[in-house]
């Protein structure tokens, strides 16, 4: 099995950006949720075998103030969006409105071999975090269309090396940890990230996002407030045949998926103020199409770096009367940080979608090579006004005329 670090680049590495596309706000140096000073992410990619019971999944993980920094509380909260999936941990940041322990994000099926492997390197690199108790955040999306998911491929080990792999370096996007085996709007989807900076008064403080895109039907997909998908004649396999039928007796609705964001800030945030944050971030998500299915568990972790020594839950040492105090940006000044999460949410959602199946299919994607064909009929260079693309210019991104069919595997032009 093959291990990703958070330093290696994606085998598809053109971004939006890159052609031209608009997103709107100003990104930091790297472009990704490590821009937040202290915020490290690793992974673990698992690509093994061709076939029934290959491997197409991972471990990321994210430690919010380094490895240093695992046990000291950030202020945090959870926005759930849908609730069809899971991320542990979530009753203790409720309650505390902090968030102390490394962040994982795997497929559904992994999320104990994660949690326990979490649990086993915090007893290692910080026992006396380890000595009172521990609550790892663990998130999840499905990944079963392109991993065998009840293979038992992710173990405690992999989450072990996807957080010894920690960087502050911007991390690989695409096919990689968690997302290798994930799927957004018909395309192949997997690990995104952006950041932007805001300006505050003589300082400047960043929002970076990193998401774990497995969502969106194809006809819902847009891109700079174009409508893509419905345009599309590229083959959709996931959303047209009948794979899932012929696995599991019934066909999968479309839509269905999942969606993990995690939005970190240096802005000093109080806990409600990152609840307010997080529910943003589910506006980012429906900038790039989804109405949000019933059967994708979309949910958003939003943490503030700032305050460092603030909000902790020791056993307390004696009797005497101890206090904290936080230094806050106050509400009337925070919605340059609420647009700079949807910005960012929004450009992650278009960076996580790279890769390969599990039978050695590759999943169609977004490409700049032009179509042979204009998608919603006509000359290709013809303008759209009137017809259901709506947007009057022409698209800046047409979808890719290759892939590879799921059953022979073979590479052939989508006309």
């Known amino acids: 099995m093959g291990a990703s670090l958070s330093s290696e680049s994606s085998s598809e590495s053109v971004r939006g950006r890159d052609l031209g596309i608009p997103f709107e706000g100003r990104t930091g140096p790297g472009g990704a949720i490590t821009d937040v000073p202290g915020v490290a992410v690793g992974y673990r990619t698992l690509i093994e075998g061709e076939g029934r019971g290959a491997a197409r999944t991972g471990v990321t993980a994210i430690l919010p103030r380094g490895r240093g920094g695992v046990g000291v509380p950030c202020a945090a909260a959870v926005h759930s969006f849908n609730g069809n999936g899971e991320l542990t941990g979530r009753s203790w940041i409720d309650e505390s409105g902090s968030l102390a322990m490394p962040i994982g994000i795997t497929s559904s099926h992994a999320v104990g071999a994660v949690h326990a492997g979490i649990e086993a390197w915090v007893a290692e690199i910080a026992p006396d975090v380890a000595a009172q108790w521990m609550l790892p955040v663990v998130g999840e999306t499905w990944d079963g269309y392109l991993n065998d998911i ?104 479309g839509g269905a998926g999942s969606a993990i964001v995690i939005i970190a800030t240096d802005a000093p945030f109080l806990p409600g103020q990152c609840a ?47 206090y904290e105090t936080m230094r806050l940006i106050p509400w009337g000044r925070i919605d340059p940080f609420l647009t700079a999460a949807v910005q960012a949410v929004d450009e992650a959602v278009e960076r996580s979608r790279r890769g390969t199946g599990h039978d050695g299919a590759r999943r169609p994607q977004e490409s700049r090579a032009p179509a042979r064909r204009d998608p919603c009929g006509g000359r290709p260079d013809a303008s759209r006004s009137s017809r259901r693309c709506g947007t009057g210019s022409r698209s800046p991104r047409i979808m890719t005329p290759w892939c590879h069919d799921r059953r022979t595997s073979s590479r052939s032009p989508q006309l």
């Open 276 to 322: 307010a944050l997080a529910r943003r971030g589910a506006l980012g998500l429906g900038r790039s199409g989804t109405a949000g299915s019933h059967f994708s568990g979309d949910i958003v972790l939003a943490f503030s770096t700032a305050n460092e020594g603030a909000l902790t839950s020791a056993f307390p040492d004696g009797t005497d009367a101890e």
């Open 150 to 253: 009840n293979g038992g491929h992710v173990t405690p080990r992999d989450a072990w090396a996807a957080l010894e792999s920690a960087s502050s370096d911007a991390p690989a996007e695409g096919n990689v940890g968690g997302g290798t085996g994930m799927n957004c709007y018909g395309f192949k989807g997997g690990t995104g990230t952006s950041s932007r900076v805001v300006s505050y008064g003589d300082e400047e403080y960043t929002v970076g996002v990193l998401i774990q895109a497995n969502f969106g039907s194809r006809e819902e997909l847009h891109l700079a407030g174009m409508s893509l998908g419905a345009c599309s004649t590229v083959p959709n396999p996931m959303g047209e045949d009948d794979w899932f039928a012929r696995d599991r007796g019934q066909r999968a609705p």
